[in-house]
T-cell receptor
Framework: DAMVIQNPRYQVTQFGKPVTLSCSQT?????MYWYQQKSSQAPKLLFH???????NEADTPDNFQSRRPNTSFCFLDIRSPGLGDTAMYLC??????????????FGSGTQLSVL | RKEVEQDPGPFNVPEGATVAFNCTYS??????FFWYRQDCRKEPKLLMS???SGNEDGRFTAQLNRASQYISLLIRDSKLSDSATYLC??????????FGAGTRLFVKA
């Protein structure tokens, strides 16, 4: 039973055409994250939500935005995708255990190709 | 310097071999440590947490050395199904979890 669900599994978009990736969770976790993983590289944290509080990483481009309308759903919006945004986008959740043992539960990812 | 560094490999080992991976981290205030496994084009999955006292889960043993800022993973009696990329993961607090780029392992029959 999938606990963190990402849609779509594969997404192709044109250069400059806005795209939205979605993530939902059934774990009722406080924290939701978006990671970007390019081929043969480490997953890179873009931002996270603690409940409704949004936390952006300093080096995340302005082109990337996120929305969390409720506990279960989180969206990644790429306003004007460039060729360099081709990557796997991973959504993850964790429960608030005081910062220790923050195990991440990942969705299966969305592979985005920008043409 | 990267926050979490790993030898990218690949490590090519025969079935039954013992293989060890190392990882170093730069932030001495890091609070928790993990190894994740990632299969090709799949999401990372938690393999095990890493504690200062060392911990073992079946054929897998993880070790943490806070003084040297060093984490290790030992896999004994390698199976074909162990072929994957192993990601060293460090939590620096405040819900900030940093991944290494991973070490690729190929286990051959």
């Amino acid at each position: 039973d999938a606990m963190v669900i990402q849609n779509p599994r594969y997404q192709v978009t044109q250069f400059g055409k806005p795209v939205t990736l979605s993530c939902s969770q059934t774990l009722n976790h406080n924290v939701m994250y978006w990671y970007q993983q390019k081929s043969s590289q480490a997953p890179k944290l873009l931002f996270h939500y603690y409940d409704k509080d949004f936390n952006n990483e300093a080096d995340t481009p302005d082109n990337f935005q996120s929305r969390r309308p409720n506990t279960s759903f989180c969206f990644l919006d790429i306003r004007s995708p460039g060729l360099g945004d081709t990557a796997m986008y991973l959504c993850a959740t964790s429960s608030d255990s005081g910062g220790l043992e923050e195990k991440l539960f990942f969705g299966s990812g969305t592979q985005l190709s920008v043409l | 310097r990267k926050e979490v560094e790993q030898d990218p490999g690949p490590f090519n080992v025969p079935e039954g071999a013992t293989v060890a991976f190392n990882c170093t981290y730069s932030n001495s205030a890091s609070q928790s440590f993990f190894w994740y496994r990632q299969d090709c084009r799949k999401e990372p999955k938690l393999l095990m947490s890493v504690y200062s006292s060392g911990n073992e889960d079946g054929r897998f043993t993880a070790q943490l050395n806070r003084a040297s800022q060093y984490i290790s993973l030992l896999i004994r009696d390698s199976k074909l199904s162990d072929s994957a990329t192993y990601l060293c993961v460090v939590n620096t607090g405040g819900f900030k979890t940093i991944f290494g780029a991973g070490t690729r392992l190929f286990v051959k029959a």
